[in-house]
């Protein structure tokens, strides 16, 4: 026992120094670089402020930095080439991983485990390859999926689940009446070409078309806990709208396979209808302008988006021919080795040219593995988190995967519906033992006069 209380304490001065050392050498640093990059040190100044604030609260920085998680924007710190989405993850990562909730659910642990097998699987293309972009990038897609899972799940869990899907399905909303505004404006003038909005930021339409969809499934969805679950219709109808104008197929591919799917799981009266109102018009609108634009014949058809597809995904394979087993490194299109410079518009082929078969291989386990443990849970949360991985892997499979929003924004969602429904569990838990003795028998209602 003695022995037990010197250890402890011990651990707390060590914890105490290694504290007061790193106080000092992010004080000297800051003071170092504020003549050079004052915008920098502030924004570590504000991380520092907020994770501190995070020792009362573990789930204040990932739940503040919610609107944040959609700006594609680029965060404007030098040299450093962050998204505002991206930077906004980054630093909530390190107050919820440090001070979330513990344990983890065990579907969130398995979600965990088939991302670090991925991450383990590129190892190999980042001995092939040494140079700087390829370990970036490593670290980055870690973030992407295991930070994203662990700032959901960190919000959900300690009670925010609702108000983190109505903060998410909001701010959606807003840049979907942005994208509306924007394609009204453009059809007034005769130009119904896919709706590109401008302001309040720049979207191109497959971003938008992205979180349009992944936050319709939000709506379509509609957990009880949702804060303002009657106006959910509404904000459906404006995302739809939106996604519409976006012309974005591949979004409207990836959502119309998820709610179809989910139609068929929650086990609707009339799943039919479903896929009849909604699944097969979106996939027959889709399947008829891929078929219009490939037979184009005119001098600018192989600049059309399908054709240039088909141009990168040959391209691409080209690439993956130089290292087929281990591939050429992960952002190869930022470096001078191929004349190529595009990150290609397809997952697996991204994956293959990047990290080879092995890497291929990692990436099927680790997708497939996510589906089958989103599909245990048939609750509105496993709906959800079912639904938006879906359509984040139908949707992978036809543009760039590993882009900021995109790829983080479904695992955020599923980290908070993973969270939210292990709180749930746990507040059925604690009221089933209060509502009965220790031997199981339930309390006799009180009299009262």
């Not at 000092?24 to 003549?35: D, E, F, R, S, Y």
């Amino acid at each position: 026992m003695a022995a037990g209380r010197v250890a402890r304490r011990l651990l707390t001065w060590a914890s105490v120094a290694l504290g007061a050392g790193l106080a000092i050498t992010v004080l000297l640093g800051a003071g170092q670089q504020i003549p050079h990059r004052p915008t920098l040190v502030l924004v570590g100044a504000v991380a520092v402020l907020l994770f501190a604030l995070s020792l009362h609260e573990a789930a204040l920085v990932p739940l503040a930095f919610l609107p944040l998680y959609l700006v594609s924007e680029r965060a404007g710190l030098g040299s450093i080439d962050l998204s505002v989405s991206d930077l906004a993850l980054f630093v909530a990562v390190w107050p919820a991983a440090i001070l979330g909730p513990r344990p983890f659910s065990p579907a969130l642990r398995t979600l965990l485990w088939l991302s670090a097998l991925y991450q383990a699987c590129l190892l190999f293309t980042l001995i092939q390859n040494p140079y700087r972009a390829n370990y970036v990038e490593w670290a980055h897609e870690w973030v992407l999926i295991s930070g994203a899972l662990v700032v959901g799940w960190t919000i959900g869990r300690r009670g925010f689940a609702g108000l983190a899907l109505s903060i998410l399905l909001g701010t959606a909303s807003l840049l979907a009446v942005a994208t509306i505004v924007t394609g009204i404006q453009q059809y007034l003038d005769g130009n119904f070409e896919a709706v590109y909005v401008t302001s309040p930021m720049p979207m191109h339409k497959n971003f938008i078309g992205g979180v349009m969809g992944i936050c319709a499934i939000i709506a379509w969805v509609r957990p009880q806990e949702l804060v303002w679950r009657r106006v959910s219709p509404v904000a459906l109808g404006l995302l739809l709208v939106a996604l519409a104008m976006s012309q974005s197929r591949q979004a409207i591919v990836g959502l119309a396979v998820a709610i179809a799917l989910i139609a068929v799981r929650r086990g609707v009266k009339h799943p039919r209808r479903v896929l009849a109102f909604a699944a097969l018009p979106a996939l027959g609108l889709t399947a008829q302008t891929v078929r219009e634009q490939l037979g184009a014949t005119s001098d600018s058809a192989r600049f059309n988006s399908v054709n240039q597809r088909v141009t990168w995904f040959s391209d691409t394979i080209d690439v993956w021919s130089h290292q087929p087993l281990f591939g050429v490194g992960l952002r190869w299109w930022y470096t001078d080795r191929f004349a190529q410079r595009f990150q290609p518009p397809n997952a697996l082929l991204e994956v293959g040219s990047s990290a080879g078969w092995i890497g291929v291989l990692g990436f099927a386990i680790w997708s497939i593995g996510s589906l089958v443990v989103s599909t245990r849970d048939r609750s509105a949360y496993g709906m959800i988190a079912f639904g938006v991985l879906t359509d984040r892997i139908v949707q992978g499979q036809l543009d760039v995967f590993w882009v900021a929003v995109s790829a983080s924004l479904p695992f955020i969602v599923m980290g908070i519906c993973l969270g939210g429904r292990a709180a749930q569990v746990e507040a059925d838990r604690i009221s089933s033992a209060v509502a009965t003795t220790p031997s199981g028998v339930e309390n006799p209602p009180i009299r009262t006069a």
